[in-house]
Each structure stands twice: as structure tokens, then as C-alpha cells.
């Protein structure tokens, strides 16, 4: 009959993928901690005789929050302009960025940075996927010289907001002063200071959050607190 081999402390355990999750061991008790990105990690766990145990830890979205980024759904940018947007959630990394045109527009994807390049004058569609194929879709409008930048913000177009949560987003583009209304404010509150606004949860519903340039155009989110 085959003997199990016993387990000889101490143990040392180390993480393939520290950027999904990290981990400690003390006194025989092993500790895993996410590092907020859904995926996968591999955690490798060795004794002092150098048995391994390997382990995969499988980190999920818990806030079910869809691929977005802090572009608008629409842009316009001139020529030779590099504007940035910030790739949020999803899941699964790394994240790509296509463009349908690129003699138009260049897209390229480093991390959670999206990069949009006016190559030329005319309208492309940049697409970003994450590692599962999710994607987002924004419209880019190359001019020649000066572009305006659309009222938007940092907010996806839906949001899931926790009772007694404050999250807090930007406003860019436009024309300032902003203002920014609660539909429902027994269901979600909101403050603003400047270019940033806080929507805090109240109770569970439905509520839309509409943000108004200077020029009355509008955006809005449609938020879910649960």
C-alpha cells in the first residue's frame, strides 16, 4: 500500500498571477487576498521538503459591472490628437482595442489605458474587448483642427449603487457650469462639487441621474440600488 507523504512545515506559497490575487501563509493557515480584477490565478504551495501543491484561484466580478470605459459612446478629436480614456471592470485581462478605420483612427490598448490617434479626417468605430470577448463600441469623429469634446462622464451609461454606497464620478466636455438632478431622491441622492459629482445610495429602486451642461444638453444613467 502507498504512504502518504506528510506534510513537513514550514510553507512558502506564491501567486503566478499577483496581479489577480496574492497570498500568505503563517502557522499552517493560508491566506488568499484579490486584488480587485476578476481572472484566474495560479497559487503554488511548497513544503520544506519541496513537495508542490498547486492551486487555482478563481476570482469573480461581484458587482456584475459590464465592460465600460470613461469615453463617451461618441468623440471627436483632430488631427494628431492622442486623447486617453480608462479602460474600468470587465472580465478578464488583457484588454484590445480595434478601430474599423485606420487611416482615420488609431486605437491601441496599454493595461486599463485606451489610446484613440486622429490620423486622418472621417468617422471610425473603436472597439475594446476584454479577454472574453466583451466589448464596447465608441464612435470617433476626426476634424480638421480643434475638436469639442461631447458633455460626458466618467459614469457607464448604467450603474449598481449598494445602500449606503458613495461612488463618486467626473464630468468632462461640454460647456461648464454642470448641474446634476436626482430623479428619485428616495432611492439615490446626489451631490456635486464643480466637475465631480457623488450618487449615494438610499434605498433599494430605480432612479435616473441626469447631468446638464451650460448649452442643456444631457446625459443620463440609469441607476439600480440594491
Known amino acids: 500500500m502507498r504512504r502518504q507523504r506528510t506534510p513537513s512545515p514550514p510553507y512558502d506559497i506564491t501567486s503566478a498571477n499577483a496581479d489577480i490575487v496574492d497570498a500568505s501563509v503563517s502557522g499552517g493557515v493560508m ?19 519541496g513537495s508542490l501543491v498547486v492551486v487555482t484561484a478563481n476570482v469573480s466580478d461581484n458587482a456584475a459591472v459590464p465592460l465600460y470605459m470613461t469615453a463617451p459612446s461618441s468623440i471627436s478629436i483632430g488631427l494628431g490628437e492622442a486623447p486617453n480614456y480608462t479602460i474600468q471592470r470587465g472580465v478578464g485581462r488583457p484588454f484590445t482595442a480595434t478601430s474599423s ?6 486605437a491601441s490598448a496599454s493595461g486599463n489605458t485606451l489610446s484613440v490617434t486622429g490620423l486622418s479626417a472621417g468617422v471610425a468605430d473603436v472597439v475594446t474587448f476584454d479577454s472574453t470577448g466583451a466589448s464596447v463600441k465608441v464612435s470617433a469623429t476626426v476634424q480638421r483642427g480643434a475638436a469639442t469634446v461631447l458633455l ?3 459614469s457607464p451609461d448604467s450603474i449598481r449603487v449598494a445602500v449606503g454606497a458613495s461612488p463618486t464620478y467626473t464630468i468632462a466636455g461640454g460647456a461648464s457650469p454642470y448641474t446634476v438632478t436626482s430623479s428619485n431622491v428616495n432611492v439615490i441622492t446626489v451631490s456635486q462639487t464643480g466637475t465631480t459629482f457623488t450618487a449615494t445610495g438610499v434605498a433599494a429602486g430605480l432612479a435616473t441621474i441626469t ?15 440594491q
Not at 34 to 42: F, I, L, R, T
Not at 211 to 225: E, F, L, P, R, S
Open 101 to 106: 478605420n485606420c487611416s482615420v483612427a488609431k
Open 211 to 225: 447631468v446638464h451642461d451650460a448649452n442643456g444638453t444631457a446625459v443620463n444613467i440609469m441607476v439600480t440600488v
Open 152 to 154: 460626458y462622464t466618467t
Open 31 to 49: 491566506t488568499v487576498r484579490s486584488k480587485g480584477v476578476a481572472g484566474k490565478a495560479v497559487l503554488n504551495i511548497r513544503d520544506a521538503k
